[in-house]
């Protein structure tokens, strides 16, 4: 071969073999992205998971928070201090007044719903007159669906017997966030 | 001489035809060493792959929060049976140590068998149990004294790792202790 050959394939050789780490660098930056995304997006979906358990308990948490205002709770009505206790005369007479209360506490949907014992299949909205055993729902804010409820005692002095005694039934309050879905 | 220069002629040629292999295998070398480095490229990227798989499994094993089984628990607490003592309706806690007791209600009945039925009925109202339901089975137990004063209340099916359960719900009442346990398997 002349050597201006030799050197022009010198020359290609090098330019050849800069030309092959240049293919191999792109290679390699695709491939690398491509796992880096596989890796965010399974990342993506267990913070989705985490948020949506978050949500979860953000929502029990509400609703045991209403359920324990002074609004709602039993205080010592009914003997010493309870937790998770509702006054359902209270929550009637609440309910008489909503308008007042609509902004009150946070959320656009309070529902109250009699678990047991109830004879009770279909939904029949609480009034005066009914309540508590010829119903099962008591509407304070009305809402299109609700989040979780947490379970309560709702507990109310009743007259049996010719006395006013405790009674507490067993029941759920649903809580829905205001400005969501 | 001449047959000198044939051969010599010849060997230069040999030299050449060498040398251009040669230059085949130089330029055939470099894109060995590329697929050699991109094979190991490879070969990280799924070791990275299964290591992030792997982490992410790990840190999927969150607390699941018990409120709303612990909420469960102290309503039925305070629920009102229909056993009454001394004039007064007794709650679920107090029926609890009754039954610890064997005492009767006013009416004759058993306390124990008020207590059962009571709560078999608002479990089996709160917890819609089976298999194609979300909650695939639930166990509440009640212990008094180191005893369990009821058969437990066993609904559904328990093979699920997924549960949850009320940390453990102590009562005292005079020199008596009760211990409540709730378990939900989803």
Known sequence: ?181 | MKENLIKKNKRAQDHKISKRDFYLLSSKTGQDEMVGFGLIIIVMAVIIIAFVAVMVNNNKENEIENYEVNAFVQSTLQYTTICKMNGVYLDVSDLIFECGNNAKCENQRESCAVLKGTLEDITSRSWTAGEEEYVKGYKFTIVVDSREIIIPIIEGSFDSKNYRDNPITELTKKSSKAEIYFTVYY
């Open chain 1, 1 to 181: 071969m002349s050597i201006m050959v030799k050197r022009s394939l010198l020359k290609k050789s090098g330019q050849i073999k800069i030309n092959q780490m240049a293919f191999m660098l792109i290679g390699v930056t695709i491939f690398i992205a491509l796992v880096g995304m596989f890796a965010l997006n399974l990342r993506l979906s267990y913070l989705k998971q985490t948020a949506s358990e978050s949500e979860e308990q953000n929502a029990y948490l509400l609703a045991s928070k209403i359920a324990n205002s002074p609004e709602f709770s039993c205080g010592e009505a009914f003997g010493e201090k309870r937790s998770n206790c509702i006054d359902l005369d209270k929550v009637m007479m609440l309910k008489e007044k909503i308008k007042e209360y609509e902004s009150f506490w946070g959320v656009s949907g309070i529902e109250i719903r009699i678990l047991y014992p109830t004879s009770i299949r279909e939904e029949i909205e609480c009034n005066l007159n009914n309540y508590p055993a010829k119903c099962n729902l008591i509407t304070i804010l009305p809402s299109k669906g609700f989040d979780k409820g947490t379970f309560v005692a709702l507990c109310k002095k009743e007259l049996k017997e010719d006395e006013i005694v405790d009674v507490c039934r067993l029941g759920k309050i649903f809580i829905r966030y205001k400005g969501e879905y």
